[in-house]
């Protein structure tokens, strides 16, 4: 984990000095997500702030700023080069259910050393907080199902189903993973699984992914009068600038 965020950092720290001010342009979508996270710590509100696709992500860039300084750079790199070192444990977990520790060692230095990896998660953009998620998410299903941990405590499918959420609103293509896994639970399940217990799993997950799905779908309600979960960002696209905010 150390030797992963120190790697991040030094290149988002490298990064920022060779972009200077022109550091969101490192990424295509850098300069939207800097301003919309830049003019929501001001007060003003992208549209329909939570049915764009992917708030989620500006809005903890703008939760950085608001703590740190609006914009602070170097604060955006070191909480995302801490998020994104989490990446190599859940590679290391993951490989070491799927087979032994030295191939999950192995595993976790690749994705430590991961170019692709590396700079997704210090650059601003919603992959620097998605791809560390759905490790996780992965992580947790594996976790919850060798371990037999997801039939026990209705908790276990209901925290599973909060990650999915919280996920979806980073980045908004998880939709329908609640579904997905109750199917192939459905399907394939069935050896390890008794029916009701399949239906109660999938109860869960759909219980703590709608938890979330709800969280934003009243907040348009009681700001925009409009109960709605649906992503516009086809609509709103990245053309957004100083005009577009009220």
């Known amino acids: 984990f150390l030797f992963a965020f120190a790697i991040r950092v030094f290149w988002g720290l490298r990064l920022i000095s060779i ?4 550091f969101y342009s490192a990424s295509d979508d850098g300069p939207s997500y800097g301003l919309f996270a830049e003019n929501w710590v001001k007060g003003f509100h992208t549209g329909p702030l939570s049915t764009y696709g992917g708030f989620g992500y500006w809005v903890f860039l703008g ?24 990446v190599p444990i859940s590679v290391y977990y993951l490989a070491k259910m799927a087979s032994n520790k030295t191939i999950a060692r192995f595993s976790a230095l690749f994705s430590s050393l991961s ?6 998660a210090v650059i601003i953009g919603m992959e620097a907080v998605f791809i560390p998620l759905v490790f996780v998410i992965l992580a947790m299903l594996v976790a919850f199902i060798q ?18 959420g919280i ?13 997905v896994i109750f199917a192939c639970l459905i399907l394939f399940g069935r050896n390890t699984f008794k029916i009701n217990e399949i239906f109660k ?27 709605d979960f ?3 960002q086809a609509a709103i696209g990245f053309s957004l600038d100083e005009k577009d905010f009220h």
């Open 19 to 22: 972009e200077g001010g022109g």
């Open 63 to 86: 939760l950085i700023y608001k703590l740190f300084g609006n914009p602070n750079y170097y604060a955006a790199v070191i909480i995302q080069s801490l998020i994104g070192a989490t």
């Open 115 to 120: 170019a692709n990896l590396i700079f997704t």
């Open 147 to 164: 371990k037999g941990l997801i039939k026990k405590r209705f908790i276990y499918p209901v925290s599973l189903g909060l990650a999915i």
């Open 167 to 179: 996920t979806n609103i980073v980045r908004a293509e998880l939709l329908f993973l609640p579904l």
């Open 201 to 227: 799993i999938g109860a869960g997950i759909f219980a703590g992914f709608l938890i979330v799905l709800a969280a934003f779908c009243w907040r348009n309600y009681f700001v925009h009068n409009q109960f």
């Open 230 to 232: 649906r992503s516009d």
